[in-house]
């Protein structure tokens, strides 16, 4: 079904796997074409409670636009953006399940835009981002202008912007950039943790709260109390709030079904 990306389904993981190495796994139309549709497949799939996207090796994540095809396309920028990055990107946001980046190697440009678009970003600490995009006469793009300032604010990112500078995953944790950077040794088990809380979590919940979250970016207070109160009254007569207030009072474990 993919010539471009693992993906694999199992125990309610979602695992899509950039597969592209002998360019680093850079985006081209088709890859970014089946990223979009695994995540959409994903999305779809009941069974699946959490997404993991990473790459395949251990040298790269993303290096970004393949600039080879790019310039040899008919397509405009601006063409481009729109028919390919952009549902990409919107597909990782508006996915109700966590997105979680596995990030195991370099992570640049579109690479890292892609990086940020997910809800966590776990690294090896080998690993480093770069919105390398300035270096070559360009400006970020694929979301990361959204991102990137409210992950580290308005003057880191005019700096990691404007300078297109290596950034260790060490400093990239540090400064709000990644969740965690660990040991690449690690780098699996710390991504198992996650995945295995999230395989049992209350998935409903935290598709409403990622919804939600993504609306504070630009609400007042009053919209976000809004939206908490439409979303709340959903959740309240869920199953899974029943079983989660019912074990409460119980003291006991809930099982959560994601619904």
């Known amino acids: 079904m993919y010539q471009h990306i693992l993906y694999k389904s199992q125990q309610g993981i979602a695992r899509i796997t950039l597969n592209r190495p002998q360019v680093y ?24 409670r959490v997404v993991v996207i990473t790459g395949a090796g251990d040298k790269a994540f993303c290096s970004g636009a393949d600039l080879k095809e790019a310039t040899e396309s008919k397509k405009t920028a601006s063409e481009t953006l729109e028919e ?14 966590p997105v979680i980046c596995r990030l195991n190697g370099l992570a640049v440009g579109a690479g890292c835009s892609l990086a940020l678009a997910c809800d966590m970003i776990i690294a090896s600490e080998e690993s480093y981002l770069s919105l390398l995009f300035v270096q070559i006469g360009l ?6 202008t959204f991102f990137l300032p409210r992950l580290v604010g308005a003057a880191k990112a005019f ?9 260790s995953a060490t400093e990239a944790a540090q400064i709000g950039l990644i969740n965690k950077a660990v040991p690449a040794a690690e780098l699996d088990g710390e991504i198992e943790k996650l995945t295995t809380y999230y395989q049992s979590a209350p998935t409903l919940a935290i598709g409403m709260i990622k919804k939600v979250l993504n609306q504070s970016f630009q609400s007042d207070l009053a919209r976000m109390q809004e939206f908490e109160r439409v979303n709340q009254d959903i959740l309240f007569e869920s199953q899974d709030a029943r079983e ?4 409460f009072l119980q003291k006991k474990k809930a099982d959560f079904k994601g619904y």
Do not use: C, W
């Open 139 to 144: 400006m970020p793009d694929a979301g990361a």
């Open 159 to 167: 700096e990691l912007a404007t300078t297109g500078r290596k950034v």
């Open 244 to 247: 989660g207030i019912s074990s």
């Open 25 to 48: 796994h850079a985006l081209n139309p088709e890859l970014i074409r089946e990223i979009t549709q695994a995540v959409l497949v994903a999305h779809a799939d009941e069974t699946v």
């Open 84 to 97: 390919f990055y952009e549902p990409m990107i919107d597909a990782i946001r508006e996915i109700p399940k």
